[in-house]
Each structure stands twice: as C-alpha cells, then as structure tokens.
C-alpha cells in the first residue's frame, strides 16, 4: 500500500513540475506598439457544456484518414464566433451560458531564425488553456488582464493550429468569485495578436515623472535576457532628452533625466511626449506623459494643486449591443460620454479594463482608478486565492503603469473588516507597490452607518488607516432611507484623510416620470431628488475630495429581477441603456460644472 502511495505522490508532484511550466508569462511591454499580426476574426467554435473535449483530445484536431478512423468532433464547419468579443451577445443561445467553449482557428508564420514569437491575448475570461498544433502550451486564470506564451519553437510555417479552452464558470476561489453585480460575459473578450521581436528585445520599461520633482524623469528599461553591458538608448526628443547606457548583469539599466521645460499632464491639459527607447536590435515608443500626485492631509495635490474628483464609473459594456466593449470605438463611447458629463476622473469598475479605454482616456484627460475584482464575497481565508489576487494585480499593474492617467490603485471594494481580509489586502499593496511607489492605493467599503447618540455617519474599519484615500460607497435614499434631513448630515468619516464617494445612486427606468418621492417608482423624478438630496449632503462633508456616482450606463446584471423595471438590467445609469439621458444626468452635469 505505502509504495502506491509514493508513486501517486511522485506522480502528481511530477504533473504539478509539468504544468507549473505552462503558467502563461506576464507579457512584454506596449505590445500594441509592437511588429505584430493580428489573429482577430471568426474563430470556429465547439460549446463543450459537459467538459469532455479536454480528454478526447479535441485540441489535436483530428481527421478521419482510414476506413475505420472515427471522430465525433470537427472545429471547422460549424459555430464561429467573433474574436475579440464576449460569446454571450453573439447567439440568443449563449446569453446565459456558463462552461467550456473551444475556439479554434489556423495561422501561418514567417519564420525568421533571427526573430522570436509570442501569442498575445489581451483578455480570456475567465480562465483557458492554450493548445498549439496539439500541445497544451499555457494556461491563464483572470478574466481581465492580458497574458503570452512564446511559440518560437512549437510554431510552423504553415497550418498551425491554435486551440483555446475557454471556462467562464463561477468558483468559490476565484477573482470575483460566486455572485457579482454584472453580467458573466465568457470568451475571448478582447484582441489576439502573433507578436515577432528580435532574440533580444526591450522587454519592459517604466518611465514616469519623480514623485515629488516636476524637473525629474526616472527611467528603467529591461531587456529581454540578463546580459550586461548591451547598449540601451532612452531618448525623449521634445524635451531634448537622451542618454545612452550599458545594461548591468541583470539586463537592466535605470536612470535619471533633468529638465526644467517638461509640460505636466492633467485632465484640463492631458500632454503626452514621444518616449523612444532603443537597442542594437529593437526599438519602441509610445506617448508617455509625465504629473506629480501626492496626499497632504485631507487633501490630493496634482502637480502641486489640491483636487476635487469629478469621477464616474462604468462598466466595460456596450449597452446597446449587450456586450463588452473591446474596440477603440467602444473606448470613444464610453468616454466621450463621460466627457460631456464634465468628468475629470473615471473609476473603471471593477476589474482592469481594455488597453484602448485606458489609452483613450489619458489621451482625453481623465485620472483613473484601476481595480481587480475584490468584489464582496471573496475567499480571503484560501492561500491560493489570495496568490491569485497578488497575480491578477501585478498583471494590471505591470500593464498600466506608464498611463499617467493611472492615479489610484483599487485594492477592494465592499469588503468585511477580518484579519483574513486585512491580510489578503496588505498582499495586494505590497504587490503594487513592488512595481510601482507613486500611485495612490484606495479602496471602497460600504462600512458607514448612522450613529444615532451622535447623530453622525460614522465609519469604524481601522484598515483604512493603511490606505492614501479613503473610498465609501453610500446608497442614501436607495439601499439605506435618510436618517437626517441632507443639510443636516454629519460625516465624521477618515478625518485627516482624503475621503471619497466611490458610489451613490439609485435606479430610475429612463421615460417613467412622476412619483418623486417614492422609492419603488423607479421614476426618473425620483432618481433626480436621490441626486439632489445627496448632492446637498456633500457640502457637508468636510474633508469630501471627490465624487463617483454610480454608474453612468444602465448595464446588465443576472440578479435585477424586476420585470418592468429592470428586466435583468441595473437601472441606476444616468444614462439609460438606449444611450438617454435621465434627469439626474443634468443634475450631475450642473454640479460638476459648477465645482
Ligand atoms: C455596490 C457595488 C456595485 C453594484 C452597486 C449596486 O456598491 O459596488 O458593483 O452594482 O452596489 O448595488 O447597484
């Protein structure tokens, strides 16, 4: 028996040496200024809803070549679906689905012996594996943070066939986990590339502006291999800006420039410069903007100035067409109409969103805040949930951390004090801050309550001592009834702190008017006075720097079951899943413009 026992545990710890090598890598930087080809299109599609395609080996893709050979699987002839997008909004039949889909598709490559390759996916969620020409060659879990495996060996010149198993199943351990206000959108939900770069290429780079120094550009650029001594050349050429430098034995070189003419970026002047960075072999660049942000007190300094957040949040969903968005016209959208509500900010809730919002909303001039999603009932308690959550984070990070715009980092929202919860979050900031020292960490609890002997809201959650901003969502008029008339609301919340309103609203079905006091209306009238009264109370709240109401679209969610009313859509959009505009979106315009 105890010799069973040994080689059942050699034999699992072997499995475990194999696939932890298929762990997908964190991927390059900028790829999307990278030589790359695009695998965007209709891919062919198997729906696997017993999960029995991994162990008959669909991913070899087989064809009958004898009289006796039999298989009872073919990818081509049959579904396909768009690449990138959600499989969801792509058949009245997968509007629900939750489970496995196969995609598959062939590509040919140039090989060059000079050059490697590497498949990039932007997005798979929620988890997949990856199989080419008949080997699983990486696995990713998270559904919003982008991924890549090097194929410069296990690809062909011709008819290499990729497979992808997708899983959108809800677990317990998973990142979100098991119920979550928005919609379970499965798939390959954003773009595929074949990226070609040199054997030694610039493999990552973080370029921002000092801390504290407006004069102080700090640079670090990372090739590809630990080689030391290869040349590396970091030029800014607006500013003049160029050094040359040897790589240390690690691949790495990190340096300082000085310049008394770099023109900072902010929401009302979002100026972005040309960052080139080159080697023997490979060069890149992008837009690359340069601000300070900083707490003082109760108070958040952008270039020096003290800020109040003009924010919103939206979900990555294109109402219209029930789908996420994935396009840099889904990305002009959304923003453009978070731009005429008179936004300076935009809370991307509540997972890290497509490179092309991202990108588009630096280049428009919104600060961001960037989250993974810690949304309610997470499993703070399981190790590896919390190792998940570090990675999910580093991804976002590692992703995003030359987007100036990027201000805040969200490490939570709407979590239960516990050590276990305390614990998981200190992860999450170490994990952020191993890359990245600048950025203000946030999070958003739902923690305040009305103390009656006081007549005060108050907060009691120690942990946000640990945090730069303090975050509250707050429902009054919604979830919670007012306990005090708005203009005599007491807020003795985060004092010495930054405090922001990460959410407020209620739901209103755009053109259902009257009834503005009462609640189960769902009338736009009454949604307005919830807007007002809350827009009343903030003047009340003294160290109040900024507001995000939430949300700007109505978006879908699988717990909305008011028939009339919701139909399985959130109704707290200002704007309504049509694109109208409700009355509180001219209440909120008003105060933004007049802040
Ligand atoms: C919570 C949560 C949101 C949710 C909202 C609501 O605050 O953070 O994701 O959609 O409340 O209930 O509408």
């Given at each position: 028996?105890?010799?069973?026992?040994?080689?059942?545990?050699?034999?699992?710890?072997?499995?475990?040496?194999?696939?932890?090598?298929?762990?997908?890598?964190?991927?390059?930087?900028?790829?999307?200024?990278?030589?790359?080809?695009?695998?965007?299109?209709?891919?062919?599609?198997?729906?696997?809803?017993?999960?029995?395609?991994?162990?008959?080996?669909?991913?070899?893709?087989?064809?009958?070549?004898?009289?006796?050979?039999?298989?009872?699987?073919?990818?081509?002839?049959?579904?396909?679906?768009?690449?990138?997008?959600?499989?969801?909004?792509?058949?009245?039949?997968?509007?629900?689905?939750?489970?496995?889909?196969?995609?598959?598709?062939?590509?040919?490559?140039?090989?060059?012996?000079?050059k490697r390759l590497f498949l990039y996916f932007a997005a798979v969620s929620y988890r997949c594996r990856i199989y080419l020409n008949g080997q699983e060659i990486a696995q990713h879990e998270g559904g919003f943070t982008p991924f890549q495996i090097e194929i410069t060996d296990a690809a062909k010149e011709n008819d290499n066939f990729l497979a992808v198993e997708v899983n959108n199943s809800r677990q317990v351990d998973a990142i979100p986990a098991?119920?979550?206000?928005?919609?379970?959108?499965?798939?390959?939900?954003?773009?595929?590339?074949?990226?070609?770069?040199?054997?030694?290429?610039?493999?990552?780079?973080?370029?921002?502006?000092?801390?504290?120094?407006?004069?102080?550009?700090?640079?670090?650029?990372?090739?590809?291999?630990?080689?030391?001594?290869?040349?590396?050349?970091?030029?800014?050429?607006?500013?003049?800006?160029?050094?040359?430098?040897?790589?240390?034995?690690?691949?790495?070189?990190?340096?300082?420039?000085?310049?008394?003419?770099?023109?900072?970026?902010?929401?009302?002047?979002?100026?972005?410069?040309?960052?080139?960075?080159?080697?023997?072999?490979?060069?890149?660049?992008?837009?690359?903007?340069?601000?300070?942000?900083?707490?003082?007190?109760?108070?958040?300094?952008?270039?020096?100035?003290?800020?109040?957040?003009?924010?919103?949040?939206?979900?990555?969903?294109?109402?219209?067409?029930?789908?996420?968005?994935?396009?840099?016209?889904?990305?002009?959208?959304?923003?453009?109409?978070?731009?005429?509500?008179?936004?300076?900010?935009?809370?991307?809730?509540?997972?890290?969103?497509?490179?092309?919002?991202?990108?588009?909303?630096?280049?428009?001039?919104?600060?961001?805040?960037?989250?993974?999603?810690?949304?309610?009932?997470?499993?703070?308690?399981?190790?590896?949930?919390?190792?998940?959550?570090?990675?999910?984070?580093?991804?976002?990070?590692?992703?995003?951390?030359?987007?100036?715009?990027?201000?805040?980092?969200?490490?939570?929202?709407?979590?239960?004090?516990?050590?276990?919860?305390?614990?998981?979050?200190?992860?999450?900031?170490?994990?952020?801050?191993?890359?990245?020292?600048?950025?203000?960490?946030?999070?958003?609890?739902?923690?305040?309550?009305?103390?009656k002997e006081k007549e005060t809201f108050v907060m009691d959650d120690p942990f946000t001592k640990e945090l730069d901003v303090v975050a509250v969502n707050k429902y009054l008029g919604w979830y919670h009834s007012w306990p005090v008339s708005p203009d005599k609301a007491v807020w003795d919340v985060a004092k010495g702190q930054p405090l922001i309103i990460s959410e407020f609203g209620g739901e209103a079905l755009y053109g259902k008017t009257g009834?503005?006091?009462?609640?189960?209306?769902?009338?736009?009238?009454?949604?307005?006075?919830?807007?007002?009264?809350?827009?009343?109370?903030?003047?009340?709240?003294?160290?109040?720097?900024?507001?995000?109401?939430?949300?700007?679209?109505?978006?879908?969610?699988?717990?909305?079951?008011?028939?009339?009313?919701?139909?399985?859509?959130?109704?707290?959009?200002?704007?309504?899943?049509?694109?109208?505009?409700?009355?509180?979106?001219?209440?909120?315009?008003?105060?933004?413009?007049?802040?």
């Amino acid at each position: 028996m105890i010799k069973l026992i040994n080689l059942s545990l050699i034999l699992s710890l072997f499995f475990s040496l194999i696939t932890s090598n298929l762990v997908a890598q964190q991927n390059m930087a900028n790829v999307y200024g990278r030589r790359a080809q695009s695998l965007n299109g209709k891919w062919d599609a198997i729906v696997d809803l017993y999960d029995q395609g991994r162990k008959n080996q669909i991913y070899l893709n087989k064809k009958a070549e004898s009289k006796t050979d039999f298989y009872e699987y073919a990818f081509e002839n049959g579904l396909r679906l768009n690449v990138p997008s959600d499989w969801n909004s792509q058949m009245p039949e997968l509007k629900y689905y939750e489970g496995t889909i196969w995609y598959g598709r062939k590509f040919d490559v140039v090989k060059e012996n000079n050059k490697r390759l590497f498949l990039y996916f932007a997005a798979v969620s929620y988890r997949c594996r990856i199989y080419l020409n008949g080997q699983e060659i990486a696995q990713h879990e998270g559904g919003f943070t982008p991924f890549q495996i090097e194929i410069t060996d296990a690809a062909k010149e011709n008819d290499n066939f990729l497979a992808v198993e997708v899983n959108n199943s809800r677990q317990v351990d998973a990142i979100p986990a098991m119920a979550f206000d928005w919609w379970n959108y499965g798939g390959i939900t954003r773009d595929v590339f074949l990226v070609s770069t040199p054997k030694v290429f610039i493999d990552d780079y973080f370029v921002q502006l000092d801390k504290t120094k407006a004069d102080k550009i700090n640079a670090k650029v990372k090739l590809s291999e630990t080689m030391a001594n290869s040349s590396v050349t970091i030029e800014i050429p607006e500013l003049q800006l160029k050094q040359t430098l040897k790589t240390d034995a690690q691949g790495e070189v990190k340096t300082s420039f000085l310049s008394r003419k770099i023109k900072r970026w902010s929401p009302t002047s979002p100026k972005l410069y040309n960052v080139k960075i080159s080697t023997r072999d490979d060069q890149i660049e992008e837009e690359i903007g340069f601000r300070n942000i900083w707490v003082k007190g109760e108070d958040i300094f952008l270039n020096g100035e003290a800020i109040f957040l003009k924010s919103i949040s939206f979900h990555e969903e294109i109402p219209q067409r029930r789908g996420r968005a994935f396009s840099q016209a889904d990305a002009v959208m959304l923003l453009s109409e978070a731009k005429a509500l008179g936004c300076n900010m935009i809370r991307l809730a509540h997972y890290p969103q497509n490179e092309y919002i991202v990108r588009m909303a630096e280049k428009m001039g919104f600060l961001l805040w960037e989250e993974i999603p810690i949304w309610q009932g997470i499993n703070f308690e399981n190790e590896s949930t919390k190792e998940k959550a570090g990675k999910m984070m580093r991804e976002m990070v590692a992703r995003d951390k030359n987007r100036c715009a990027l201000a805040f980092w969200g490490v939570a929202n709407e979590t239960q004090p516990s050590e276990p919860r305390n614990a998981f979050i200190r992860h999450l900031i170490a994990t952020c801050r191993a890359i990245d020292t600048t950025r203000l960490i946030t999070a958003a609890f739902d923690l305040v309550r009305f103390n009656k002997e006081k007549e005060t809201f108050v907060m009691d959650d120690p942990f946000t001592k640990e945090l730069d901003v303090v975050a509250v969502n707050k429902y009054l008029g919604w979830y919670h009834s007012w306990p005090v008339s708005p203009d005599k609301a007491v807020w003795d919340v985060a004092k010495g702190q930054p405090l922001i309103i990460s959410e407020f609203g209620g739901e209103a079905l755009y053109g259902k008017t009257g009834e503005k006091d009462v609640v189960s209306s769902w009338s736009e009238d009454y949604q307005a006075t919830l807007y007002k009264n809350n827009l009343e109370m903030f003047k009340h709240i003294p160290n109040l720097r900024g507001t995000s109401p939430w949300v700007l679209f109505d978006f879908r969610s699988p717990f909305r079951f008011h028939p009339t009313n919701q139909d399985g859509w959130n109704r707290k959009g200002l704007i309504s899943d049509q694109g109208y505009r409700k009355k509180a979106w001219f209440l909120m315009k008003h105060y933004y413009d007049n802040k």
